[in-house]
């Protein structure tokens, strides 16, 4: 079997959760070169100018563009069904290490309804603007960041990064639905940058439990050393357990996940 690390599945068999014929979920790691969506079929589309440039060594994607007309990205397109059911929630994760853009609109990330609402974001070295919205998102300094979206209804969002809040946002309508794009979004020319991505994932998944740290659908001691590893490396957490909603971690509903969730979680425990 290719080691493209594909999957669409039910909720039953990712999370342990209840059972929806919506449910589905896509992850790429990028362990290998195979590892990438396909560039035409299962709903996958690869768009680019004038040839591809996304390329894969040691597990991490990259996009280099030298040329102010390249681009290179992903579509998915899912008619009527991208959206989540219910009992479930839209989530969106990836790690991004945006190194270099000579001005903003080249890494980015888009999510479009199945009513043709959408939120686009585009990642600058300090800064995440949400396009629709309007609004900067000051970015915290550093390389690689973990991100979440997250929505019950695909009009209100959730951004998370490296596990905590950073916008509660909402959709903007637009006309073209049921479609999630990621890579090197940036038409305009003039546009240069460097970016890297360590894994994507997204689909619909069981609704948050608070306390439930490793998504197997109830709040036990065997939440115990995931907790831990929310509270102490948030991007850590977000890669092992693929499909958690960062604030099942997020006991005392802050926000962020941080010390004062302890005796909440203990309390939770014990209870």
């Given at each position: 079997?290719?080691?493209v690390?594909y999957v669409?599945?039910?909720?039953?068999?990712?999370l342990?959760?209840?059972?929806?014929a919506?449910?589905?979920?896509?992850?790429?790691?990028?362990d290998d070169?195979n590892?990438l969506p396909?560039?035409?079929?299962?709903?996958?589309?690869?768009?680019?100018?004038?040839?591809?440039?996304g390329l894969?060594h040691?597990?991490?994607l990259?996009y280099?563009?030298?040329?102010?007309?390249?681009?290179?990205?992903?579509e998915?397109?899912?008619p009527?069904?991208?959206?989540?059911?219910p009992?479930q929630?839209?989530l969106?994760?990836?790690a991004?290490?945006t190194?270099?853009?000579?001005?903003?609109g080249d890494?980015?990330?888009s999510?479009?309804s199945?009513?043709?609402?959408?939120?686009t974001l585009?990642?600058?070295?300090?800064?995440?603007r949400?396009?629709?919205e309007?609004?900067?998102?000051?970015l915290?300094?550093?390389?690689?960041?973990?991100?979440?979206?997250?929505s019950?209804?695909?009009?209100?969002?959730?951004?998370?990064?490296?596990?905590?809040?950073?916008?509660?946002g909402w959709?903007?309508?637009?006309?073209?639905e049921?479609?999630?794009?990621?890579?090197?979004l940036?038409y305009?020319?003039?546009?240069?940058?460097?970016?890297?991505?360590?894994w994507f994932?997204?689909?619909?998944?069981?609704?948050p439990?608070?306390g439930?740290?490793?998504?197997?659908g109830?709040v036990?001691?065997g939440d115990i050393?995931?907790?831990?590893?929310?509270?102490?490396d948030?991007?850590s957490?977000?890669?092992t357990y693929?499909?958690?909603?960062?604030?099942n971690?997020?006991?005392?509903?802050?926000?962020s996940?941080?010390f004062?969730?302890?005796?909440?979680?203990?309390?939770?425990?014990?209870s």
């Amino acid at each position: 079997m290719s080691r493209v690390r594909y999957v669409a599945v039910l909720a039953v068999l990712l999370l342990g959760g209840i059972a929806n014929a919506d449910t589905y979920w896509f992850a790429y790691e990028f362990d290998d070169p195979n590892d990438l969506p396909p560039a035409n079929g299962d709903g996958w589309l690869r768009r680019y100018q004038p040839q591809p440039f996304g390329l894969i060594h040691d597990g991490i994607l990259t996009y280099e563009s030298s040329d102010p007309q390249m681009y290179d990205f992903w579509e998915h397109s899912r008619p009527g069904a991208l959206g989540p059911g219910p009992n479930q929630v839209f989530l969106v994760e990836w790690a991004l290490w945006t190194e270099s853009v000579s001005y903003w609109g080249d890494p980015g990330l888009s999510v479009k309804s199945d009513d043709a609402w959408v939120v686009t974001l585009l990642f600058d070295v300090d800064v995440i603007r949400s396009m629709h919205e309007y609004v900067e998102i000051p970015l915290p300094p550093g390389n690689w960041h973990s991100y979440a979206l997250v929505s019950p209804d695909m009009r209100a969002y959730e951004l998370y990064v490296d596990g905590a809040v950073a916008r509660q946002g909402w959709f903007a309508q637009r006309f073209i639905e049921s479609l999630l794009s990621f890579g090197d979004l940036g038409y305009q020319g003039g546009v240069t940058s460097r970016h890297h991505w360590d894994w994507f994932r997204f689909g619909c998944v069981a609704a948050p439990l608070t306390g439930d740290a490793n998504c197997d659908g109830t709040v036990d001691f065997g939440d115990i050393n995931p907790f831990v590893q929310a509270l102490t490396d948030g991007g850590s957490y977000q890669q092992t357990y693929s499909g958690c909603w960062p604030n099942n971690a997020d006991i005392n509903g802050d926000g962020s996940v941080d010390f004062g969730d302890i005796n909440p979680f203990v309390q939770l425990l014990s209870s």
